[in-house]
């Protein structure tokens, strides 16, 4: 990263309504940037706050019966409780009602007049309320509802200052030509560049028919004028430094980034650079818009009851595993679905079977073998290839993290997991031990052991408490030093003994929130077989050699797909070292995905007669419990050769 100092800002919250995802994902993004920035050494401000002022606000407070500031500060008060809950790690909480925001507000009015960007006139036209925002007649649908959110358009005929935001388009588009990353995802800037295109008015930026908002600077003596709320709201990013009143932190504008959703774009990459140029600072690096979030693929709203508290989430799953699952669900900039179900397999698969069952087989192999010692100096003897691998991949990281290529990152930080794993499963250390080949096997857990301890480093900023567990285990500490030596320099991790911790993601198997358990299955009525006599718990009991008339093998799934137009099924081709690997079609896809099954060990009945499943032949049967809870596929505990006998 080329600059020093590193400016990151979340928008700042309306005080009309608690916090749900849609925000958290906000924060989050911008504190795992934070986080990181700091990690790396770079000199870091994260700002935070709450934009409290405008007409929505005054109405807000107006029906439950409080004055706008006692409304903002119990509103402003919550978000900022959650933010310390969540642990963010802001410099920063700005509130638009604090005073020296007001005045670097007025501030920052008088220069754009003396720069000669306000006019005062009078404004007609529509207003939404909800979005704060005017729009000419052309844009309304039905000559008369909000394109952003709907809602019906007040007529607004008041006098009014305008900004000369049409004497910028020109300077807009050249700013955007040369700095093709100031918006991302670059889809977003497309739409931005079309829309400056189109023309841009001129923008009233004054109210007068209410009150809550930042007053006109006294000089100009025009009492009944209050700010438009976004003049005064996007102002913060530069009142939080000190604009205009104690300028001590002033060095660290511009922005590196403002993180935002989609819908406020058009504020940030339009009205903001505009306001900027009027008071000749430099523009922020990159704006970032993400998606939309819904809730089981529909919009969250108060009304639909569906809005989905962040904190009950985080309670329920675990901070970390709430910060990994948004970060990692969707691509920035595309819209988003919560569902428990997705966040459960994100847990169970990503992080329980590729992240802490690596763990867990290290803690186990090298207990076992080695009394807890683990030595990484012939790792790079034995393992050279693999070590080569993981440091592609780390390398790749920081680039996608300012680009906000943030499931990149996360999907690139896997890939050294997927090495470990694959390592164990090829060079399997208990052969190697058999073998005697006991530096082999010490190098193999080094290896495991300087995988983890990278990995643990870079998903620091996204999941802190856990990279902090991981690192524990392994004998080290996050910090600018751990990065140093592990991600720069690419040192190996220095002799350790392994610590014992916990397993960090237990097994999810039913939704944890809202949701009754679901019923057991009706028992699978069988005949009892003629010859069987029946136990004292009235269970038909069988010989030895009847049991081993079913022949149950271990083997791994080597293909998983989904089966078109099943909500259960899955099909699984199952390598059981024959000729040819089994087809089963498996009614586990509620609890498994095809992708979190892939390169993983089953154990399959092998001498069933084939049936037939929404036509589709199954060769086999997969071994599973199922309770109230939910089902667990049964496996062997530790890598099985394909083919293994079970009995
Ligand atoms: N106060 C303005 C921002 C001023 S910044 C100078 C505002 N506030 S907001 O509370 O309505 O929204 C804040 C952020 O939350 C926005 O970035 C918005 O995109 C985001 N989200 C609100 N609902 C959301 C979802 N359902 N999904 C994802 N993010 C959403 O706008």
């Known amino acids: 990263m080329s600059c020093k100092k590193v400016y990151i800002t979340t928008p700042i919250y309306y005080v009309n309504d608690i916090a749900h995802i849609g925000h958290a994902y906000t924060t989050i993004i911008a504190d795992m940037l934070a986080r990181y920035s700091r990690m790396v050494g770079l000199d870091t401000f994260f700002l935070t706050g709450t934009d409290e002022h405008g007409q929505k606000i005054e109405h807000s407070a107006l029906a439950k019966g409080k004055t706008p500031q006692e409304y903002a500060d119990e509103i402003s008060l919550s978000f900022k409780n959650l933010w310390d809950d969540f642990d963010i790690s802001y410099d920063k909480f700005i509130r638009t009602t604090d005073e020296a925001h007001k005045i670097g507000v007025q501030k920052a009015f008088i220069k754009m007049m003396e720069h000669g960007d306000i006019y005062k006139d009078v404004y007609k036209g529509h207003y939404c309320i909800s979005c704060e925002t005017f729009f000419p007649k052309?844009?309304?649908?039905d000559d008369e509802f909000c394109p952003e959110c709907g809602r019906a358009t007040i007529i607004v005929e008041e006098e009014s200052y305008f900004f000369r935001l049409s004497k910028y388009q020109d300077k807009l588009l050249a700013w955007y030509a040369e700095n093709p990353n100031s918006i991302l995802p670059k889809s977003k800037r497309n739409e931005v560049i079309r829309f400056v295109e189109g023309g841009l008015e001129d923008l009233s930026i004054t109210r007068t028919s209410f009150d809550w908002g930042v007053k006109l600077p006294s000089e100009l003596n025009d009492p009944k004028h209050v700010m438009y709320v976004w003049l005064d709201a996007l102002m913060n990013y530069l009142t939080a430094l000190g604009y205009g009143t104690d300028e001590k932190n002033i060095g660290y504008w511009p922005a590196r980034v403002h993180l935002i959703g989609k819908d406020i774009l058009r504020f940030h990459a339009i009205y903001w650079p505009a306001f900027l140029m009027?008071?000749?600072l430099p523009l922020p690096k990159h704006i970032a818009a993400h998606g939309w979030w819904t809730k089981d693929g529909v919009k969250m709203s108060k009304s639909k009851g569906n809005v989905v508290n962040p904190k009950e989430v985080a309670d329920a799953y675990g901070l970390d595993n709430f910060r990994y699952f948004m970060l990692r669900e969707v691509p920035f900039g595309g819209?988003?679905?919560?569902?428990?179900?997705?966040l459960i397999d994100r847990i169970n698969s990503d992080l329980g079977n590729d992240l802490g069952n690596l763990l867990n087989r290290l803690i186990g192999m090298s207990e076992k073998y080695f009394d807890g010692t683990v030595e990484c100096d012939?790792?790079?003897?034995y393992y050279q290839d693999e070590?080569?691998?993981v440091d592609a991949s780390l390398d790749k990281l920081e680039p996608l993290l300012f680009e906000m290529q943030i499931h990149r990152y996360l999907e690139e930080l896997w890939r050294p997991l997927s090495v470990a794993n694959k390592a164990i499963d090829k060079y399997q250390p208990w052969t190697l031990m058999k073998e005697?080949?006991?530096?082999?096997?010490?190098?193999?857990?080094?290896?495991?052991?300087?995988?983890?301890?990278?990995?643990?480093?870079?998903l620091a900023p996204v999941m802190p408490e856990t990279a902090q567990k991981i690192a524990l285990a392994l004998g080290f500490t996050i910090s600018y030093d751990s990065w140093n030596s592990l991600i720069v320099s690419k040192e190996l991790p220095k002799p350790f003994k392994i610590t014992k911790i916990p397993p960090l993601f237990p097994r999810i198997e039913e939704p944890l929130l809202g949701h009754p358990p679901s019923e057991p299955e009706e028992p699978v009525k069988t005949e009892k077989p003629k010859s069987s006599k029946e136990s004292e718990t009235g269970i038909a009991l069988i010989g030895i050699d009847q049991f081993f008339q079913t022949s149950i093998k271990v083997g791994t799934v080597i293909k998983a797909e989904e089966v078109e137009g099943s909500k259960k099924l899955l099909l699984l081709q199952v390598d059981i070292?024959?000729?040819?690997?089994?087809?089963?079609?498996?009614?586990?896809?509620e609890w498994y995905s095809a992708e979190s099954m892939l390169g993983t060990q089953v154990c399959i009945v092998a001498n069933l007669k084939p049936a037939k499943l929404m036509g589709i032949t199954s060769e086999g049967m997969i071994l599973a419990a199922r309770d109230a809870h939910g089902l667990s596929l049964i496996r062997p505990e530790s890598h099985k050769v394909n083919g293994t006998k079970i009995g």
Request: a negative charge; zero cysteines.
């Open 138 to 141: 052309s844009q309304l649908v």
């Open 278 to 280: 009027s008071l000749e």
């Open 335 to 342: 819209d988003g679905d919560f569902s428990q179900k997705a």
């Open 378 to 381: 012939r790792v790079a003897q």
């Open 387 to 389: 070590l080569n691998e």
């Open 436 to 458: 005697s080949k006991e530096d082999e096997a010490m190098a193999l857990n080094g290896l495991i052991a300087a995988i983890l301890a990278k990995v643990a480093v870079m």
């Open 577 to 589: 070292a024959e000729e040819a690997p089994r087809q089963v079609v498996a009614g586990i896809k």
